[in-house]
């Protein structure tokens, strides 16, 4: 069984910058990709970036390419969303997300095993 853990959200302004983090229970981090996901009410899940178990592939939603960027550190068990000029449209919870895969990530959310609780991130106009 894997845990997750996310923090790091909360409410900016747009144009500012947040780091979440999601940390991980157990001893074989290293052997999940993992993924961060972002819902909204009323709208499915929706992909925002992934990374591959040795962070030799990432992936990125084209709404956030250029704007985040997705890092892992298997020592510590944890994967970061590093987001920078926030947009409003970024409201949303965030939630990282882990399968065991030693190949690439997958880049839908019913391809996941584990999920955190989420962070709520707001940013305002």
């Known amino acids: 069984q894997v845990q997750l853990v996310e923090s790091g959200g909360g409410l900016v302004q747009a144009g500012d910058s947040l780091r979440l983090s999601c940390t991980t229970s157990?001893?074989?981090?290293?052997?999940?990709?993992m993924g961060w996901f972002r819902q909204v009410p009323g709208k499915e899940r929706e992909f925002v970036a992934a990374?591959?178990?040795?962070?030799?592939?990432?992936y990125y939603a084209d709404s956030v390419k250029a704007r985040f960027t997705i890092s892992r550190d298997n020592a510590k068990n944890t994967v970061y969303l590093q987001m920078n000029s926030l947009k409003p449209e970024d409201t949303a919870v965030y939630y990282c997300a882990a399968k065991r895969m030693l190949r690439g990530a997958p880049l839908r959310a019913d391809e996941y095993d584990y999920w955190g609780q989420g962070t709520q991130v707001t940013v305002s106009s």
């Open positions: 990374i591959s178990w040795s962070a030799g592939n990432t």
């Open positions: 157990g001893r074989t981090f290293s052997s999940y990709a």
